[in-house]
């Protein structure tokens, strides 16, 4: 860490594999004051580790290791109780970036949907990614933004899976069906569309590839007309990096770890 | 070519005489049949039209060329007989034209020995969105994987004020959504009454359209439904809920591994114009429409042209396997919303 003018800038090390999952390059640029790349061989305050499989154990090497925090970019399902408990051992700020979920348009998605899910009729949402893309990996940044944005859901079970992507069920609190569809094709960019319907409205949200910075857009529907929240022109990759660097001045320990917890046992019951 | 209607209900009144009001040059309504002489009177009335309380009169009336038949479901296949039997020039009915295969079966000889032409009311196969995709949609409904059709609707009578000032509108009711019987006749009703008006379009897309099976069927308050569809080679999602919003949204995707084609409806009643057809194909979009007809006036200038002898009628195949891939569907659908509900009972035991 360096200090100029009280302004406190984060050394960042990334693997080649998370460095291109992540565009850190890109991030870390668009975060001059913030973060820089680590010189030489030193030791880095941040380390960026790709989220293949195993990577809950690349996480907790890095913070013995003596990391401050550590960026995940696509965290593949799996279990973090050890890394969870090596970060508040060591005090590290472990931040998961993905696909969707870490939009920055989730925190008002969320306050939308939540306002409006005791009156809900239908939540439909449909991923889509391309072709190769693994629908198990599909699913599982699929679910994460739609259980971040609506809460945990019950009864989820997949109808249907295969090469061309997942049908799956699940009902909300108020026994509302959710319908959540993943479908692989190269015709349209990666995107993933969710409505939640209500007896008089609603909120769309669509949330788009952390590629570049497009903007999701929020829509909210009743009697009164429908409003389309602010866009926000900044990708999940860069929210990202912003989150941490608020935990990381203000000594605070992000709930990332604790969710994904959740979202991986769902996952697990699942299969 | 005069027109004569069956049955003076909000679809008559919302639908077809604004669609035929449009098309006056070639199409006028010459005689309206209701079973409540009030309605039949006041309808025809607004057209200039002879009103009849029985179907032997307007089947006997010469100025009678084309037949409508938008009478209760269960008088179609009956009706649309007797329209063949009585020469007319072609008839279009309201879908469900039949309430099983072996009516449809028997309309389709009829048909063929009178030689009238028949079309069925699926109105999005006439819009002129769905025709232009159709010109342009390459293998797509060879090479399709995925296809959703969802549709969210206002109540009925919120188009119906935009399109008319409608009489006798029927009254509604208060279900109730703990009788499991109430739930497979609202999904029966779904499938029958509304997701029937894509299903032609997404049989299309769905060569091995006879081994369609259920995975699962959910009933969507007040009135919808999620229905998830699967044949050997397609997955089909089927949406629909009809609450108290403002905002229509009525679309079909199609999707395969390189092309994807969106259409996205007008609501019914309403002559807000064609559907949007857009191809997606990676990074190219092409968009098809509007244009300034919707499918009901587009069924109207097909009958015409049908009538005139200067087009051919579809197959009867096509308006069967349409039945009974409809009618599969919503078997089916009742059949796993029963066994959900034996499950169910079956875990409180």
């Given at each position: 860490?360096?200090?100029?003018?009280?302004?406190?800038?984060?050394?960042?090390?990334?693997?080649?594999?998370?460095?291109?999952?992540?565009?850190?390059?890109?991030?870390?640029?668009?975060?001059?004051?913030?973060?820089?790349?680590?010189?030489?061989?030193?030791?880095?305050?941040?380390?960026?580790?790709?989220?293949?499989?195993?990577?809950?154990?690349?996480?907790?090497?890095?913070?013995?290791?003596?990391?401050?925090?550590?960026?995940?970019?696509?965290?593949?399902?799996?279990?973090?109780?050890?890394?969870?408990?090596?970060?508040?051992?060591?005090?590290?700020?472990?931040?998961?970036?993905?696909?969707?979920?870490?939009?920055?348009?989730?925190?008002?998605?969320?306050?939308?949907?939540?306002?409006?899910?005791?009156?809900?009729?239908?939540?439909?949402?449909?991923?889509?990614?391309?072709?190769?893309?693994?629908?198990?990996?599909?699913?599982?940044?699929?679910?994460?933004?739609?259980?971040?944005?609506?809460?945990?859901?019950?009864?989820?079970?997949?109808?249907?899976?295969?090469?061309?992507?997942?049908?799956?069920?699940?009902?909300?609190?108020?026994?509302?069906?959710?319908?959540?569809?993943?479908?692989?094709?190269?015709?349209?960019?990666?995107?993933?569309?969710?409505?939640?319907?209500?007896?008089?409205?609603?909120?769309?949200?669509?949330?788009?590839?952390?590629?570049?910075?497009?903007?999701?857009?929020?829509?909210?529907?009743?009697?009164?007309?429908?409003?389309?929240?602010?866009?926000?022109?900044?990708?999940?990759?860069?929210?990202?990096?912003?989150?941490?660097?608020?935990?990381?001045?203000?000594?605070?320990?992000?709930?990332?770890?604790?969710?994904?917890?959740?979202?991986?046992?769902?996952?697990?019951?699942?299969? | 070519?005069?027109?004569?209607?069956?049955?003076?209900?909000?679809?008559?009144?919302?639908?077809?005489?604004?669609?035929?009001?449009?098309?006056?040059?070639?199409?006028?309504?010459?005689?309206?049949?209701?079973?409540?002489?009030?309605?039949?009177?006041?309808?025809?009335?607004?057209?200039?039209?002879?009103?009849?309380?029985?179907?032997?009169?307007?089947?006997?009336?010469?100025?009678?060329d084309i037949v409508a038949i938008c009478s209760p479901h269960q008088f179609h296949a009956e009706q649309v007989i007797a329209a063949c039997r009585a020469g007319?020039?072609?008839?279009?009915?309201?879908?469900?034209?039949?309430?099983?295969?072996?009516?449809?079966?028997?309309?389709?000889?009829?048909?063929?020995?009178?030689?009238?032409?028949?079309?069925?009311?699926?109105?999005?196969?006439?819009?002129?969105?769905?025709?232009?995709?159709?010109?342009?949609?390459?293998?797509?409904?060879?090479?399709?994987?995925?296809?959703?059709?969802?549709?969210?609707?206002?109540?009925?009578?919120?188009?119906?004020?935009?399109?008319?000032?409608?009489?006798?509108?029927?009254?509604?009711?208060?279900?109730?959504?703990?009788?499991?019987?109430?739930?497979?006749?609202?999904?029966?009703?779904?499938?029958?009454?509304?997701?029937?008006?894509?299903?032609?379009?997404?049989?299309?897309?769905?060569?091995?359209?006879?081994?369609?099976?259920?995975?699962?069927?959910?009933?969507?308050?007040?009135?919808?439904?999620?229905?998830?569809?699967?044949?050997?080679?397609?997955?089909?999602?089927?949406?629909?809920?009809?609450?108290?919003?403002?905002?229509?949204?009525?679309?079909?995707?199609?999707?395969?591994?390189?092309?994807?084609?969106?259409?996205?409806?007008?609501?019914?009643?309403?002559?807000?114009?064609?559907?949007?057809?857009?191809?997606?194909?990676?990074?190219?979009?092409?968009?098809?429409?509007?244009?300034?007809?919707?499918?009901?006036?587009?069924?109207?200038?097909?009958?015409?042209?049908?009538?005139?002898?200067?087009?051919?009628?579809?197959?009867?195949?096509?308006?069967?396997?349409?039945?009974?891939?409809?009618?599969?569907?919503?078997?089916?659908?009742?059949?796993?919303?029963?066994?959900?509900?034996?499950?169910?009972?079956?875990?409180?035991?």
């Amino acid at each position: 860490m360096s200090a100029t003018d009280g302004i406190k800038q984060y050394t960042v090390r990334a693997t080649p594999e998370a460095q291109e999952a992540g565009a850190v390059a890109l991030a870390v640029a668009s975060l001059p004051e913030s973060f820089g790349p680590a010189a030489g061989t030193n030791q880095s305050d941040v380390h960026v580790i790709s989220g293949q499989p195993g990577w809950a154990a690349d996480a907790a090497e890095a913070i013995t290791a003596g990391a401050r925090a550590v960026i995940v970019v696509n965290p593949a399902p799996e279990g973090v109780g050890t890394l969870a408990e090596a970060a508040a051992r060591h005090n590290t700020v472990v931040v998961l970036d993905q696909r969707w979920a870490s939009n920055p348009a989730i925190p008002a998605a969320e306050d939308a949907v939540r306002s409006m899910s005791g009156r809900a009729a239908l939540l439909d949402t449909v991923a889509t990614a391309a072709v190769g893309t693994d629908s198990g990996e599909l699913f599982a940044d699929h679910l994460a933004a739609v259980v971040r944005i609506a809460g945990p859901l019950a009864n989820l079970r997949h109808l249907s899976r295969g090469p061309h992507g997942y049908t799956t069920t699940a009902v909300l609190a108020n026994g509302a069906p959710v319908a959540i569809q993943g479908v692989v094709s190269n015709a349209r960019p990666a995107a993933l569309d969710l409505r939640l319907l209500t007896d008089d409205g609603g909120v769309s949200v669509t949330l788009p590839e952390p590629v570049a910075a497009w903007p999701a857009t929020v829509k909210v529907t009743g009697p009164h007309g429908e409003l389309l929240l602010p866009t926000i022109y900044e990708s999940a990759h860069r929210a990202t990096w912003r989150r941490l660097k608020r935990h990381l001045d203000a000594g605070t320990s992000p709930s990332d770890l604790h969710r994904f917890a959740a979202l991986t046992e769902s996952i697990t019951a699942l299969s | 070519m005069g027109v004569g209607i069956l049955g003076a209900g909000p679809v008559t009144q919302a639908i077809h005489l604004p669609s035929l009001a449009r098309l006056g040059e070639i199409l006028t309504v010459r005689h309206i049949m209701d079973v409540d002489p009030a309605v039949a009177e006041s309808v025809a009335a607004r057209v200039g039209a002879t009103h009849s309380t029985s179907i032997d009169a307007l089947l006997g009336d010469p100025a009678v060329d084309i037949v409508a038949i938008c009478s209760p479901h269960q008088f179609h296949a009956e009706q649309v007989i007797a329209a063949c039997r009585a020469g007319k020039k072609a008839v279009l009915c309201e879908k469900p034209f039949a309430m099983n295969a072996e009516e449809a079966a028997q309309i389709a000889a009829v048909s063929a020995e009178t030689g009238v032409p028949i079309i069925v009311g699926a109105m999005h196969t006439f819009d002129p969105g769905w025709l232009a995709a159709q010109e342009n949609w390459d293998d797509l409904p060879e090479t399709a994987h995925t296809i959703r059709s969802s549709i969210v609707l206002p109540p009925n009578a919120r188009f119906e004020d935009f399109a008319t000032e409608i009489i006798t509108r029927p009254a509604g009711g208060t279900p109730d959504y703990t009788d499991p019987e109430v739930i497979k006749g609202a999904l029966r009703g779904g499938v029958m009454g509304l997701a029937i008006h894509d299903l032609p379009l997404i049989r299309r897309f769905t060569p091995d359209f006879k081994d369609v099976e259920v995975l699962e069927a959910r009933h969507v308050r007040p009135f919808g439904y999620v229905i998830s569809l699967r044949t050997p080679t397609r997955t089909i999602e089927l949406r629909a809920a009809m609450n108290n919003t403002w905002k229509p949204e009525w679309s079909f995707e199609a999707f395969s591994d390189h092309a994807a084609l969106r259409i996205d409806f007008t609501p019914s009643y309403v002559q807000a114009g064609s559907a949007v057809a857009t191809f997606t194909r990676g990074s190219q979009t092409t968009v098809h429409g509007p244009f300034e007809h919707n499918g009901y006036e587009g069924e109207w200038r097909e009958l015409a042209a049908l009538a005139a002898g200067t087009k051919q009628p579809p197959s009867a195949q096509t308006l069967i396997d349409d039945l009974t891939f409809a009618l599969d569907i919503a078997d089916a659908t009742v059949a796993n919303v029963e066994s959900q509900h034996a499950v169910a009972e079956g875990a409180h035991a």
